[in-house]
């Protein structure tokens, strides 16, 4: 085992650390809970939404999805659902645009597929 041993010089005075031995990685919790999980299993969906506050168009960065169909819905504050469309993913990992014609207010775009949902609140100004 190295050590390796910092020394910092100042006005004040001279300080010396020594760096710790790196760590044992910790378990991943998301697949010791499942034994037959591949790591495909734990990665997580996201996306990012932008421009937000949107006017009439909207572009989405969709990562962590696997590639095939993906719902994309459009909900206003309430809850009700004002479009529901599919959309194919070639990769899993990419941006695609949506465009609207909705009044000024506060909506949510929903992608789902399979076991992934994501879930992004978008104003419309």
Known sequence: MKEIVIVLVSFLGIYTAAAQAPAAPLPDTAMAANKNATPADSIRASVKLFPNPAKNKAE????????????????????????????????GNENMV???????????????????LVKK???VQ
Request: proline share 6%; hydrophobic share 45%.
């Open 98 to 116: 949506v465009m609207f014609s909705l009044p000024p207010g506060i909506y949510f775009i929903i992608l789902k597929q399979k076991n992934q």
């Open 60 to 91: 989405l960065e969709v990562k962590g999805f696997e590639p095939g169909l993906v719902q994309l819905q459009i909900a206003d504050i309430s809850g009700k659902k004002l479009r529901n469309d599919q959309r194919l993913l070639t990769t």
């Open 121 to 123: 609140k978008m104003v």
